[in-house]
């Protein structure tokens, strides 16, 4: 079993309706939409998609409900959280509906956190689901979660847990980290959340990326990736470049406010104007200069949607 895919990855955007509540059909249409533009795999129930916002019964209904409608081993599952039962619970749903590919948080919020006690979540972790079918992908993003994922910890849960410990998503924007890991964890996929690092990562044996941006440009961060595949280099570094400036006009502002906004935006779809707190719509001014500037940068959106 080949699970995760290497490639490009959406880390998607959940729609929800105007009562907050998880909007699951538009959710399966838009990963199949981005199934079908560029990505070769969908990542739900991330950070973009406010999973940590969702109750744990929403998560639940999302991991069912979209697991019957996608394709199974194209997808991977935000399964992390501060609770440990919650953690499990998620978990052995998503390997019960045949998505054994989760997207795993350290515990977070209080912190910092010793090596000692994120082996431990994990231990029991796998210890509790324990189905050898598990593959776990540890989402490294310490902005958030106030614990950086060193690489002896990572050699050490590969050793323990062999194939479960399949890979990282590295979201700290550390290339000599993301590089060390890469060099030095055999048989373990890394995927950098920052697509300007793509084709770097690429280049020294990484996966690809999982990444939010590619809710609106996965053909772009795709035809990084098939450049590469193909060793078409000129062509790869052109499509990295523009990639890359994309990438910085869209950091202008939260992803989730941001996407969501120019999503609605575009679509004229109310299921993209709801969005749970912190986050809050973008203006119509901050909308059409965002749109103006990606468009400067080489893509018109109007003819994407």
């Given at each position: ?138 989402y490294n993003f310490p902005q958030f979660s106030g614990y950086n994922f060193s690489l002896s910890i990572l050699q050490e849960l590969k050793q ?146």
């Open positions: 079993m080949t699970l995760p895919q290497t490639g490009v990855y959406t880390a998607s955007l959940t729609p929800l309706t105007a009562s907050y509540e998880p909007n699951i059909p538009a959710l399966i249409l838009h990963a199949e939409q981005l199934l079908e533009s560029g990505s070769d795999g969908v990542a739900i129930l991330g950070s973009t998609g406010e999973a940590n916002s969702l109750t744990l019964v929403q998560r639940l209904d999302i991991i069912e409900q979209s697991a019957k409608e996608l394709p199974q081993e194209r997808l991977i599952m935000g399964t992390g959280s501060c609770a440990l039962q919650d953690a499990v619970r998620l978990t052995q749903a998503s390997v019960d509906v045949g998505v054994y590919a989760v997207l795993v948080l350290p515990p977070f919020y209080y912190s910092p956190q010793s090596d000692e006690s994120v082996l431990r979540f994990f231990s029991e972790l796998i210890s509790a689901v324990n189905d050898p079918r598990l593959r776990i992908i540890f323990r847990f062999g194939d479960i410990a399949a890979g990282i998503k590295d979201s700290s924007g550390d290339w000599e980290n993301l590089l060390g890991i890469t060099q030095n964890v055999a048989d373990f996929m890394v995927y950098t959340g920052m697509e300007p690092m793509l084709l770097d990562l690429l280049r020294v044996g990484g996966a690809g990326c999982i990444t939010a941006t590619a809710n609106l440009i996965a053909p772009e961060c795709q035809q990084v990736y098939e450049a590469w595949k193909n060793d078409q280099q000129e062509v790869a570094e052109n499509a990295q470049k523009k990639l890359t400036d994309l990438r910085i006009v869209l950091e202008s502002y939260p992803f989730v406010s941001e996407l969501k906004s120019i999503l609605a935006d575009q679509t004229n779809s109310a299921q993209w104007k709801h969005m749970l707190p912190p986050f809050s719509p973008l203006l119509e001014n901050e909308v059409r200069e965002l749109t103006a500037q990606i468009k400067e940068n080489g893509l018109d959106l109007s003819q994407r949607f």
